[in-house]
């Protein structure tokens, strides 16, 4: 087994070395920053499907909470809100939230007074409609202040990786409330619930122009470490000024990684792991053991939320701007399950490689493709059969069905991923 | 008489447009879900690929110069049905089966259902391109107006050709597939399976041809939904592939495995999203000469903003989780 993946870890680095050497080196280095970025989501994944056989499909919401976190905390205080009436206005519509929230839980508890059945529920329904009524009466005008006046809250001017840690935060945070609602369901049903969970995200998050500018887009972010424009000043000429800074930015993603990948093998090879193993694999007879399923895979998911938010922070922080409508199913969640499946889920290193090798293949099938046509329609073209229309869009879509073909030839001749799951037995 | 009219064709017409749309697309998934026991993802690009078959046999049947008084579409309809039902066929004997045969648990189906689409949706790109297309290229689109000036109301009653032909065609096909479940053999076997598939196999039922039976089914009726819906808009590569989770939010508040649950839980979210975005200040305005200065009625006054009408689906979709996991009629339970 360690064979077998040191094998495949080095060809893996042959991999990287041939990108390299025809794609430039500035080109992979920014690639593998964002590999080292998907394989934090890809870990995180990894916990949640692999360790809990939880199904989450909602990574892309967990990414984006990361990238709007990062954006608030670590962008440049905007004074004209601070100035205006903005704040003072968002109070007020926090303190209508709350109340609204007040008046549901109120009715939540009417059964007190005795009212119960039909009546209650109808109580309850007509809480939250009044609730979201007062709350939508404050909120809208203060978004449309924010927005003539100062055009967003800005940021709160911190310093970047306090902004990747508050990802981590609210990721937790929503993926408490998620889990709350959805993980008593079964797994088809936990799939669509939390595809919806992120697609409502990826609406508000999109539409909330007084917070994250919506489509409008928020740029530059800063770097937590120095920028290729600091190198320069300092005398360097471009290309390595280019090279030292994303290696600055790359070691300081390694350093997460690694703390968080010590972390979780540590957790996963003690007595909490096996307890996860138990209940993945017949969360009955664990329950009938005395374990509170419920509650670890809760667990469980907030902690792979955790890794998602960060990672989705980084990346945002990585290309300096947090554009909410770059993000895409396919392109954020789907991509990462293909990650986790091909690597192998259960298996940390395996969904580490599953991250970097799929994200490597995604990228290099766009310019594969588009050599692939451009003979293709070279040689149709002397013929006579007609050269191929617009090959750039075409072959840029080759990569959609590049993914679907390698997660559907996984599942059928691979099921166990390249690097399985190792199950130790004891005794 | 005015505002009653509005709300005609702002929510009647559009909603049931919608819903059977929506009903259309839930029927297929739940009868996949009864008879196989996995949320088939792939049923978007069953809808997008019949569609775009639909939007082929029509420009070729406009090349031969064939006329019809309804729009080419719909002429073409039952044969790109049929070969929506071959193509549903062909993906499950080339990805589903062997998974099948191998006894893959229901979540590794799933998982491989996303890699159809995946490959689907890129093939579709790769040969059409991302832009839009549409059925209207070569005809006109009929809009009728009926003039409403007899009941008092200066607006008429704007409702198109396919709309029309849309709602009578989805009626048709409910009925069919109603008289298919209850009367013949076949569909009773197919709900039997649904409801115990040991006991239907020992029972005598010959099991693989209900699951041939069932992607039949399924591939037409997308296929017929995806064709409809480029009708009634434009046809473009991800055209399912937005809907596909109000599609699943209409087969889950249905309750999954059942049929007729489908078809309501198409139409209650197809008009809780017309519903919920539609702007009650248009109708409630003759109020406004009865109501106090200070309570005057705002411009626009929807329950949400036009931008978050997808979302209404999956509100009323965790709503239903929460509260009622089986759906409105008992499906297959957590």
Redesign the interface.
């Known amino acids: 087994m360690i064979r077998r993946s040191l094998t495949l870890f080095a060809g893996l680095f042959v991999l990287i070395l041939v990108i390299g050497w025809f794609m430039g080196v500035p080109f992979t280095s920014s690639r593998l920053v964002e590999a080292a970025a998907y394989s934090l989501i890809a870990m995180g994944l990894n916990i949640q499907w692999g360790y809990g056989g939880l199904f989450n499909f909602g990574i892309m919401g967990f990414m984006m909470l990361g990238g709007v976190a990062v954006t608030f905390i670590s962008y440049p205080v905007n004074p004209q809100f601070w100035g205006s009436d903005g704040p003072w206005m968002l109070g007020r519509a926090l303190i209508a939230f709350g109340a609204g929230a007040l008046l549901v839980i109120a009715a939540r508890q009417s059964h007190r007074i005795g009212i119960r059945g039909g009546w209650k529920m109808a109580l309850t329904v007509l809480a939250w409609f009044i609730g979201y009524c007062v709350y939508r009466s404050q909120i809208d005008p203060a978004a449309a202040y924010i927005e003539a006046n100062a055009g967003f809250v800005g940021g709160l001017g911190a310093h970047p990786v306090l902004g990747w840690l508050f990802g981590g935060v609210l990721a937790a945070g929503v993926a408490y409330i998620v889990g709350k609602i959805c993980l008593g369901l079964r797994t088809d049903y936990l799939a669509i619930a939390t595809i919806g969970i992120s697609e409502i995200i990826r609406a508000l998050v999109k539409n909330m122009d007084w917070l994250t500018r919506g489509t409008l887009t928020v740029s530059p972010i800063p770097w937590p470490t120095p920028l290729p424009q600091d190198y320069q000043a300092g005398g360097m000429d471009a290309q390595t000024a280019l090279l030292s800074a994303r290696g600055g930015f790359l070691l300081l993603v390694l350093v997460i990684f690694a703390v968080a990948m010590f972390l979780i093998s540590r957790a996963y090879a003690g007595p909490w792991g096996r307890m996860m193993r138990a209940i993945r694999d017949n969360h009955i007879s664990a329950a009938s053991m005395g374990k509170n399923v419920t509650a670890r895979q809760l667990e469980i998911f907030v902690f792979g939320s955790v890794l998602m938010g960060i990672g989705g922070a980084i990346l945002v922080s990585f290309v300096q701007i947090n554009d909410p409508s770059s993000y895409q199913p396919i392109n954020h969640t789907f991509l990462i399950w293909v990650m986790v499946i091909v690597g192998g889920a259960g298996n940390n290193w395996g969904a580490v490689f599953g991250a970097v090798l799929i994200w490597l293949v995604w990228i290099i099938s766009d310019p594969l493709a588009q050599l692939l046509f451009g003979t293709i329609s070279h040689w149709s073209g002397q013929i006579g059969w007609g050269e191929i229309p617009d090959i750039q869009s075409r072959a840029s879509q080759m990569r959609i069905f590049v993914l679907g073909a390698v997660i559907t030839i996984a599942l059928r001749f691979a099921p166990r991923g390249l690097i399985p799951e190792v199950v130790r037995r004891e005794g | 008489m005015t505002e009653l009219i509005f709300f005609i064709n702002q929510v009647v017409i559009a909603g049931a447009v919608l819903g059977s749309i929506y009903a259309l697309g839930a029927i297929g998934i739940t009868l996949i879900?009864g008879i196989l026991r996995?949320?088939h993802f792939a049923h978007s690009e069953l809808m997008t690929g019949g569609a775009f078959m639909a939007f082929l046999l029509a420009s070729l049947f406009a090349a031969w110069g064939v006329h019809a008084p309804i729009p080419m579409g719909f002429v073409v309809l039952p044969l790109a049905m049929v070969l929506g039902a071959i193509f549903a066929l062909g993906i499950d004997k080339g990805?589903y089966a062997?998974?099948r045969k191998r006894g893959?648990k229901?979540?590794?189906l799933?998982?491989?259902s996303?890699?159809?689409?995946?490959?689907?949706?890129?093939?579709i790109?790769?040969f059409f391109?991302?832009g839009s297309y549409s059925f209207f290229e070569n005809e006109p689109k009929d809009v009728f107006r009926f003039d409403m000036s007899a009941l008092g109301s200066t607006r008429p009653l704007v409702i198109t050709e396919p709309q029309i032909l849309m709602i009578v065609v989805t009626a048709i096909a409910v009925i069919a597939l109603h008289f298919f479940l209850t009367r013949s053999r076949l569909g009773k076997a197919m709900r039997a399976m649904a409801d115990n598939a040991d006991l239907a196999q020992v029972s005598g039922i010959n099991t693989a041809l209900v699951v041939r039976v069932t992607w039949i089914i399924a591939g037409a009726l997308a296929c017929m939904a995806g064709t409809m819906l480029a009708l009634d808009v434009t046809l473009k590569p991800d055209l399912a592939f937005n809907i596909i989770?109000p599609i699943?939010?209409a087969a889950?508040v249905g309750g999954?495995g059942q049929a007729y649950g489908a078809i309501a839980g198409g139409l209650l979210i197809g008009f809780a999203e017309t519903l919920a975005v539609f702007n009650w200040s248009m109708v409630l305005k003759p109020l406004n000469t009865v109501l106090p200065e200070w309570l005057q009625l705002p411009q626009t006054l929807a329950l949400v903003?036009t931008?978050?009408k997808?979302?209404v689906?999956?509100?009323i979709?965790?709503v239903t989780?929460?509260v009622r996991?089986t759906g409105i009629f008992k499906g297959a339970s957590?």
């Open positions: 879900f996995f949320a990805f062997p998974l893959a229901p979540v590794t799933l998982i491989a996303i890699g159809v689409t995946l490959m689907i949706q890129g093939l790109r790769l391109g991302s989770l699943f939010a889950i999954l903003p931008e978050y997808l979302t689906a999956f509100v979709l965790v989780l929460l996991p957590s």
